[in-house]
């Protein structure tokens, strides 16, 4: 079986979670899908133009999974498409919903169908636009999820905006949420409705956390680190030693959360070299 063929769906985060916190999004065209509640479960073809269903993780998904994914309608029929026209350069990814949907938002439902939501290009690794995807849907009879809206925002409240209207239509009519796609970027996100609004919060002025003051062992870690670097025969000579202590005393502070000690110099000059221990007075 020829597993590299298949590609695990990209992991989806809220928009404020993006590397630019949803900056990369303004100015570029976004397309908003209903998020349904079920199993990302897809569908490809090998070498050997043997169909696979796999989970979201699993290249090979687990029998129940195939097992539900094979008595929905859906599934001949995307076989077909794999085999038609496509000859298994693209993967095929969907919903499979459940009798009872996994997060209890939707309806109960007696009828088990599989949503496609994206299609995945293997050769040139991009996933195709929406247009492409619903077109493919249409003509296979197989379901797509649906636009909510599309636009291109130019600040970041008016994103935020499109999107709190949007997930506020998932509360209405029971989906869980939406997905947002920048397909010219492959940028993409999602918004939960059962997730609850968190406060934004602003670091103030130059305030930072209080640390606890370095414990002299730490203190001490650090000046031997300082010694063996600049070396006995330099130790004394405080335009080089000095420089390497504040940094090594600086590192060790970081690495363990302490608060950084003001008296660098006070610390050096009370350093024995022989016991590796504080003299009397600093």
């Not at 976004?30 to 990302?40: A, F, H, M, Q, Y």
């Not at 794999?82 to 990814?93: K, P, R």
């Not at 005393?249 to 006070?266: C, K, L, M, V």
Request: charged share 30%; glycine share 4%; aromatic share 10%.
């Amino acid at each position: 079986m020829e597993t590299n063929k298949w590609r695990k769906y990209t992991e989806l985060e809220p928009y404020k979670r993006l590397r630019n916190e949803g900056r990369e999004l303004l100015g570029n065209h976004v397309v908003l899908t209903v998020k349904r509640d079920g199993e990302n479960v897809s569908l490809w073809l090998d070498e050997n133009k043997e169909a696979h269903i796999s989970s979201h993780r699993q290249a090979d998904a687990d029998n129940d999974i195939q097992n539900r994914m094979k008595a929905t309608p859906e599934y001949l029929k995307a076989v077909e498409c794999l085999n038609d026209e496509y000859q298994g350069e693209i993967i095929m990814y969907g919903e499979l919903l459940k009798g009872v949907s996994p997060t209890r938002i939707e309806p109960r439902r007696k009828h088990i169908h599989w949503i496609m939501f994206d299609i995945f290009d293997v050769e040139n690794e991009r996933y195709m636009p929406y247009n492409w995807m619903y077109q493919v849907g249409y003509h296979y009879k197989i379901p797509v999820v649906p636009i909510m809206n599309e636009f291109i925002p130019e600040t970041l409240s008016e994103l935020s905006e499109k999107i709190e209207n949007a997930k506020k239509w998932c509360k209405r009519h029971r989906r869980e949420g939406v997905v947002g796609k920048d397909y010219h970027n492959q940028t993409f996100f999602k918004e939960k409705i059962d997730l609850p609004k968190r406060q934004k919060f602003k670091r103030l002025g130059n305030t930072r956390p209080q640390y606890p003051p370095m414990p002299e062992e730490r203190i001490l870690r650090a000046l031997q680190h300082a010694l063996d670097e600049v070396g006995v025969e330099n130790w004394m000579d405080k335009r080089i030693a000095m420089p390497v202590v504040a940094r090594h005393i600086a590192t060790e502070a970081e690495e363990h959360n302490y608060d950084r000690p003001n008296n660098f110099y006070s610390y050096y000059i009370n350093y024995s070299i022989e016991t590796s221990e504080f003299g009397e007075e600093r």
